[in-house]
């Protein structure tokens, strides 16, 4: 049993915060988690516990950072999609310690995870709507006539429902008495040969990644600095086509490739 003291150390933090079962996620936790933001959150978890805030409070903070993300593409050229990667990382940031926080005091809640989940899905929801209006040359004239936020809107229905078709797989367990599904690898591989083929070719290039809040607004950020040195919205525009047809690729494929695999089984 790891001691709880009210001031512990940031190995402590560590060690309770980010059991082998947070970190050995396949699925739920993000790269950024893995590669930078799990060796940078116990220092942060660390302050936060000093203090009276919960757990569900810093999932608020979370929920903020992202709607902030979204809105600031809103801010044409590079200022408002430098601001975004950046409020993009801290959303992620306090998604880590939200986590922590719940472990260290034993706090852990459905209405935490549901919050978790609002976070996502509002974040995830706004960024294309608000790229659709960047696109547009928002706040210049003329942005209302043009079909790019129409596109923004569709593209924030893909992703949504993408997201929706794995909480879906929980809900059809739960509604049947079935055991939680194991956050591993293995359990969503397809059982069909062919779309097991195209998982692995898709490997080469993961284009169904880029519709998490972090890849979102990382590319948002490289189309506008490529509009710097061309001039205009060509390659924001590019972008929201690109992504609304990978997007109805991806919507295809997870749906396919859930109904192969054992997740609901």
């Known amino acids: 049993m790891i001691e709880r003291p009210t001031r512990p150390t940031v190995a402590q933090v560590r060690a309770v915060g980010q059991p082998p079962s947070v970190r050995g996620r396949a699925n739920s936790e993000h790269w950024v988690a893995d590669v930078y933001l799990r060796a940078i959150s116990p220092y942060l978890t660390r ?41 993009g990382q801290l959303q992620m940031l306090w998604d880590c310690c ?43 004239p003329g942005w209302q006539g043009s079909i790019w936020p129409l596109l923004g809107a569709l593209l924030a229905v ?71 040195f061309v001039g205009g919205l060509g390659a924001t525009r590019v972008l929201v086509v690109a992504l609304v047809v990978l997007g109805v690729v991806t919507v295809i494929g997870h749906l396919l490739s859930i109904l192969s695999s054992s997740k609901l089984k």
Request: hydrophobic residues 50%; glycine residues 8%.
């Open 47 to 87: 302050v936060l516990l000093r203090t009276a805030i919960s757990a569900n409070q810093v999932t608020w903070l979370m929920i903020a950072s992202g709607v902030s993300a979204a809105l600031t593409l809103l801010i044409p050229g590079l200022p408002g999609a430098v601001l975004a990667v950046l409020l």
């Open 98 to 140: 939200d986590g922590e926080v719940a472990r260290w005091r034993q706090t852990s809640s459905p209405k935490g995870v549901f919050l978790d989940r609002v976070g996502h899905y509002t974040t995830e929801g706004l960024i294309p709507i608000a790229l659709g209006l960047r696109a547009a040359g928002f706040p210049n």
């Open 158 to 228: 893909l992703i949504l429902y993408n997201k929706a078709l794995n909480d879906m797989v929980h809900v059809s367990r739960a509604y049947n008495n079935m055991p939680r599904l194991e956050d591993k690898a293995t359990v969503g591989i397809p059982q069909s040969s062919g779309l097991r083929s195209l998982r692995s070719m898709v490997r080469f290039f993961p284009f169904q990644r880029a519709y998490h809040s972090v890849e979102l607004t990382i590319l948002v950020l490289l189309a506008a600095i490529v509009d710097v």
